[in-house]
């Protein structure tokens, strides 16, 4: 069964942090390569980070718009993949989605989404 689960969404101040988790059935996790998105309000899509199976250093990527800020991370036995924000913009307020894709590498199109959360920063 494909399941995605977003957590750790919510209301922050600016130049605040948040933990995003997302929590994956065995099957969309195992040996697929995951990502997060964003959408704010009126506004299209936007690739935000992923990470490779493999994890770490060169297999990962971080989106210009929050390199030094979002940092990407996953933890294989447990399924779960994690976007660490810190110094938060309101211009980070959108809606997260996790999502999956077949194989080792981030680069490429998902298939698989959760159903997103809600992080809003307040100025």
Partial sequence: QVRLVESGGGLVQAGGSLR???AASR?????????????APGKEREFVAA???????DNTFHADSVKGRVTISRDNAKSTVYLQMNR???????????AA?????WRGRYEY???????TVSS
Avoid: H
């Avoid at 938060?88 to 996790?98: F, N, R």
């Avoid at 989404?113 to 992080?119: I, L, N, R, S, T």
């Fill in 101 to 105: 894709r077949r194989g080792e590498s």
């Fill in 20 to 22: 995003l988790s997302c």
């Fill in 27 to 39: 099957r969309t996790f195992s040996g697929n390569a995951m990502g997060w998105f964003r959408q």
């Fill in 88 to 98: 938060l913009k309101p211009e980070d307020t959108a809606v997260y989605y996790c």
């Fill in 113 to 119: 989404w959760g159903p997103g959360a809600q992080v």
């Fill in 51 to 57: 990470i490779s199976w493999s994890g770490g250093g």
